[in-house]
């Protein structure tokens, strides 16, 4: 217990500077791949923290690096992102973001702020833990082709790579204090769909003579919806959604072509390919059966994310040994996406929920929304959570032979 007390009280001696830190990351939000001012302050706090890093991966990430007694028996690495998302806030906080349009409405924050304060930590905890933690700050997770992905293309970890990389997101319908985990798959790949039906535009009082791009993009977008309730397997989850339909006609108008935008998720890669496949030849067989035409254009986003079974019963273990019990639950799948995918593709990893609802509040605004919110009690639970998790790794499980 004297190492857990010893996390409570740097917790509790660093929760304002992380306080801080979250709130001036919230009034000065960044859009995707374009994180230049919030690199320069994690590098600025880094270097008053004495804490080694490396800067300018996929632009704008970060890896810092803290050492423990015996560096190389055991590397994990711990992750936060740090972009925001262009969307107009309407919270009235204090600290409200100062850049207009932009957003931190996903709670990116708080995970910055979170591996900051946890580096912060892990660094006077150093004398405790043999071994060596890698603290991934990355760009871009909310814009394809995602920061994950081009920070590893980069060779993020160089010739110290870790054994397991575990990253945390908030979760506005778990109340603050509390965590989630989730063994196996847990969120879903996402592709971005596009596609333009080409006719032929005229009066809408004369369709005869006229190839009418609605009508055809009608009857395509019915037809994608049996793809998957007649095509797809059925224990495997699969969403296809429209949520964009554009044709510049008016009442009397029939446009020459419509464009359509939309989004398929699922979590077999075999079946991923061969639904786009599918949706291709759907598009253009039913637009070429009625006199027109289809492109069709599947832009291929993040793979699913699957949990390390090991990796999350030794993480959920630990954060109920530091919680305890009844502060830990179980997640359901989700079919949103996570760039943190490419990560646990190629490393053993957990990505679990924080808990960020107001107790007070039994109608949180949710992610992605001009009022979200979070309860900044969350942040004690966030450092000492993860931290603990970390020293945990460290401590219980052995390096895998070569």
């Known amino acids: ?24 990351l919230h009034e000065n939000p960044e859009l995707s791949f374009q994180e230049y001012e919030t690199s320069k302050f994690i590098q600025q706090k880094l270097k008053e923290y004495n804490i080694p890093f490396k800067s300018g991966i996929a632009k ?13 028996k055991k590397i994990i690495a711990l992750r936060g992102d740090m972009d925001a998302l262009p969307i107009k806030e309407n919270t009235n906080l204090e600290f409200q973001s100062k850049n207009e349009g932009i957003m931190h409405a996903c709670g990116h924050d708080v995970h910055t702020s979170s591996v900051l304060g946890v580096a912060l930590i892990l660094k006077e905890l150093a004398p405790e833990f043999e071994g060596t ?6 760009p871009g997770e909310e814009k394809l082709p995602g920061g994950a992905k081009l920070m590893l293309e980069e060779n993020l970890f160089e ?3 870790p054994e397991v990389i575990i990253g945390q997101h908030v979760q506005p319908n778990i109340e603050a204090g509390k965590v989630g985990f ?5 969120m879903a790949s996402a592709d971005e769909i596009y596609i333009t039906v080409k006719g032929k535009g005229g009066h809408a009082a004369m369709p005869h003579q006229l190839v009418d791009p609605i009508v055809i993009t009608s009857h395509i977008i019915v037809a994608l919806q049996q793809l ?6 059925v224990t495997i989850p699969t969403v296809l959604s429209f949520g964009k339909i554009q044709g510049d006609g008016a009442t009397n108008v029939i446009p020459s072509e419509v464009k359509v935008e939309g989004t398929f998720r699922t979590m077999n890669e075999t079946w991923r390919d061969d639904a786009h496949k599918k949706i291709k030849k759907i598009t253009e067989s039913i637009a070429e059966g009625m006199g027109g035409s289809c492109d069709c254009n599947i832009m291929k986003g993040y793979p699913f994310l699957v949990n390390d079974k090991k990796t999350t019963d030794l993480a959920s273990s630990l954060a109920k040994e530091f919680l305890g019990h009844e502060n830990v639950i179980e997640l ?9 995918a490419y990560f646990s593709q190629k490393y053993p990893t957990t990505f679990y929920r924080l ?5 007070n509040n039994s109608n949180p605004s949710p992610l992605h929304s001009s009022t979200f919110m979070v309860d900044e009690n969350a942040l004690k639970t966030s450092l000492g959570t993860m931290t603990w998790i970390a020293l945990g790794f460290l401590r219980l499980s052995k390096k895998q032979p070569a």
């Open 355 to 359: 808990g960020v609802q107001d107790n």
């Open 332 to 340: 359901d799948l989700r079919m949103t996406a996570e760039d943190f």
């Open 60 to 72: 704008t990430g970060i890896l810092a690096t803290i050492e423990g007694k015996n560096p190389a």
């Open 182 to 186: 989730r063994s196996g798959m847990y």
């Open 159 to 161: 010739n110290k790579e």
């Open 228 to 233: 998957v309730s007649r095509n797809s397997d």
């Open 133 to 138: 933690v890698h603290i991934i700050f990355q």
């Open 1 to 24: 217990m004297e190492l857990q007390n010893k996390v409570h009280d740097l917790v509790d001696k660093y929760i304002n500077e992380v306080t801080s830190i979250r709130r001036h």
